[in-house]
């Protein structure tokens, strides 16, 4: 499982809070949120969404902040279910395209207290219609910040988990969470491409 115990940047105002400067790393990043600063306080819930060109496809990046008064295995399946359903492809055309899962939907759950957290993740990372919900635990009052394993993630998933750690600091190098979804993809294509054309020379002889 991986854990990052943050430490306050040299150059931060922020303090150590985990929630905060992740809320302001996103901001320096190009995201936007329609919530108000008092919202994430009276409210407990802030958006974060940034717009993806995915080769020709048009994808969105999406952090979602929720305060749990409580987390347990129950909280974390609702919420994965919860979320995919909200964000996966609707339209024909979407659907069409879910191949290169172009929406990316990162669930930050803030959990209250001065408990340490170690639930397994990796388990509700879900896929679905285009989407892929990765659920990411934080304890701001201890500085925790949990996330899924990165060694259990192969393909698409891994880069994803890697874009995180590139936003927590934890990776100095920028992250390209698509490129193996691409390059997956016109492989597939190529694929299918020598297919037909084996098919209709198979045909013609």
Do not use: C
Request: proline letters at 5%; charged letters at 20%; glycine letters at 4%.
């Amino acid at each position: 499982m991986q854990e990052l115990k943050a430490v306050k940047p040299t150059e931060s105002t922020d303090g150590t809070d985990p929630v905060s400067r992740l809320m302001q790393r996103l901001a320096d990043e190009g995201f936007k949120s329609d919530n108000s600063e008092g919202d994430w306080e009276n409210f407990g819930e802030v958006i974060f969404r940034r717009e993806e060109k995915i080769s020709f496809a048009a994808g969105e990046t999406i952090f979602i902040f929720t305060r749990v008064p409580e987390l347990n295995e129950r909280i974390l399946h609702q919420t994965s279910e919860a979320v995919v359903n909200s964000y996966k492809a609707r339209s024909t055309s979407q659907k069409a395209l879910s191949v290169l899962q172009s929406t990316t939907v990162y669930h930050v759950l803030a959990a209250q207290g001065d408990q340490p957290h170690n639930d397994p993740l990796s388990q509700y990372i879900t896929r679905a219609g285009g989407a892929t919900f990765i659920p990411v635990v934080m304890v701001p009052e201890i500085n925790q910040v949990l996330y899924p394993d990165l060694e259990e993630k192969v393909g698409s998933l891994k880069p994803r988990v890697q874009y995180l750690q590139y936003l927590l600091g934890e990776r100095r190098e920028p992250v390209d969470m698509h490129k193996q979804t691409v390059q997956a993809f016109y492989v597939s294509v190529a694929v299918v491409a020598v297919l037909v054309i084996l098919l209709l020379f198979s045909f013609v002889h």
